[in-house]
């Protein structure tokens, strides 16, 4: 099978959060999509993590045996912040990526994505007992945290330098918007009252090929148009700084690191009525990945749900829903 189409279920985390649906109904719901497999954030959703009850684990493998879906990601955060007078030592911190691991492996999943700026060093030390367990490290490589970033950059030679199939990457569609996402210029414009001047020059600058982390890093700071237009730094910083992390990069980035590549996150920021996601053109995505014959799950992200304005309903369900239709019809005519 080439590349399978899986959701996140932090994509549906204020229905589980809310207590509209359980773990089951959202195994249910995702039966229902015909979707191929899931991916899990373990500390929203199971309890006890990265050390769950044996009663967790029995509940868990009656879901994924009842429902039959298959395991695309185990998502995962090395908390640092544990203490209130200190940081995790190093040791400390291969010790937790350490349980993670064994943990992911008993949950029945093959590739743990560690979150962006997760430092390189715990990759050698915990080597041996990823390869034990037979699941992959894999960095996220998101919009604004991925390619030029120091720490991400530290990673990626660490990865190919040790060259195993047990470290790699998962890289995230926030990378490659080609128009900043307008649920995020609605929510600023009406909650903050962000100047439209603002919001019109970010289009301006990704309808010309460029982003503003490119610009950043070029003007060594915040582009300096970008700065002249912030007229009240309460209404406008907030949206400015913000699209830093929205970035318009090729698809070619990703050339050097294909082999890496364990998984990878749609992100979805809004369907649009005409069954397209406004800022990510997921059908150039897809023909990158079948050109170079990933075989891998393409997960569902729903991250709109943090943009839907006061007073309205959270249309995670549907949301979810819609991409997955869309990105189900890509892959069966990419790949017949």
Known sequence: MGIKSSVSLYSLQYQFLWGK???????????????????????????????PSEETYAMWH?????????????????????????????????????????????????????VSMVPAWILEPCLETAAKNDVALCIEVHGGLGFDVPKTEEFLKEMIRLDSPYIGIVPDTSLFCRRPPRVVSDYCRQVYGTNPEIIKYAEEVFASGTDFFALNV?????DPKLKSLIKDPAKDMFFAQNLEGYENRPLSCMDPYVKYIK????????????????????????E?????????????????????????????????????????????????
């Not at 959202?26 to 999509?33: G, N, R």
């Not at 695309?72 to 911190?93: G, S, V």
């Not at 799950?297 to 829903?321: C, F, M």
């Open 62 to 114: 009656n879901l994924v045996n009842k429902y039959g879906l298959g395991l695309a990601c185990d998502d995962i955060f090395l908390n640092t912040n544990l203490y209130k007078n200190r940081e995790l030592t190093k040791r400390e911190c291969i010790d937790l990526i350490k349980k993670e691991i064994i943990m992911a492996h008993r949950l029945g999943f093959k590739v743990i994505r560690l």
């Open 218 to 222: 070029k003007n060594g700071g915040m």
């Open 288 to 336: 990158y990945l079948h050109k170079h014959g990933y075989n891998g799950y393409v997960s569902t992200e729903y991250e709109g749900n943090r943009w839907v304005l006061p007073d309205h309903e959270i249309p995670e369900k549907e949301q979810v829903a819609a991409h997955q239709k869309l990105i189900q019809k890509l892959i069966k005519e990419i790949e017949g």
């Open 263 to 286: 998984h990878f996150h749609f992100k979805l920021y809004e369907m649009t009525e005409e069954g397209t996601e406004y800022s990510i053109d997921y059908k150039e995505v897809l």
């Open 21 to 51: 649906m359980t773990l089951e109904d959202l195994f249910k719901y995702m039966k229902d999509l015909h979707v191929d497999g899931i991916e899990l954030l373990p500390d929203q959703m199971l309890k006890g993590t990265p050390e």
